[in-house]
């Protein structure tokens, strides 16, 4: 199974910079879609950026121009660039894949345990 461990969350201050990496324990050939997802307390999730297998790129438009999703295949590591960041950035960013399963037709989406960005003063 796909494992997936992000990290380099943390406290920052308005404008700052963070650079969140996801690390797959598979190839990212293997993976179809790397996404970064957040969510903070009492609000719904949301995609905040996502990378496809053809280099797709998609941002949820408040981080665009700010965020730049990213992906190293030798390391098996994507990556979420965050500059310019706004207390309204504050969430748990959680990374996600999808990818097929061995002996499976259908893709299956892989989850990271999550972590937490605070912007403030």
């Known amino acids: 199974q796909v494992q997936l461990v992000e990290s380099g969350g943390g406290l920052v201050q308005p404008g700052g910079s963070l650079r969140l990496s996801c690390a797959a324990s598979v190839s990212i050939f293997s993976i179809n879609t790397m996404s970064w997802y957040r969510q903070a307390p009492g609000k719904q999730r949301e995609l905040v950026a996502s990378?496809?297998?053809?280099?797709?790129?998609n941002y949820l438009d408040f981080v665009k121009g700010r965020f730049t999703i990213s992906r190293d295949n030798a390391k098996n590591t994507v990556y979420l660039q965050m500059n310019s960041l706004k207390p309204e950035d504050t969430a748990v960013y959680r990374c996600?894949?999808?990818?097929?399963?061995?002996?499976?037709?259908?893709?299956?989406?892989?989850w990271g345990q999550g972590t937490q960005v605070t912007v403030s003063s």
């Open positions: 990378i496809d297998s053809g280099g797709s790129i």
């Open positions: 996600a894949a999808t990818a097929t399963p061995v002996g499976w037709s259908n893709p299956y989406t892989y």
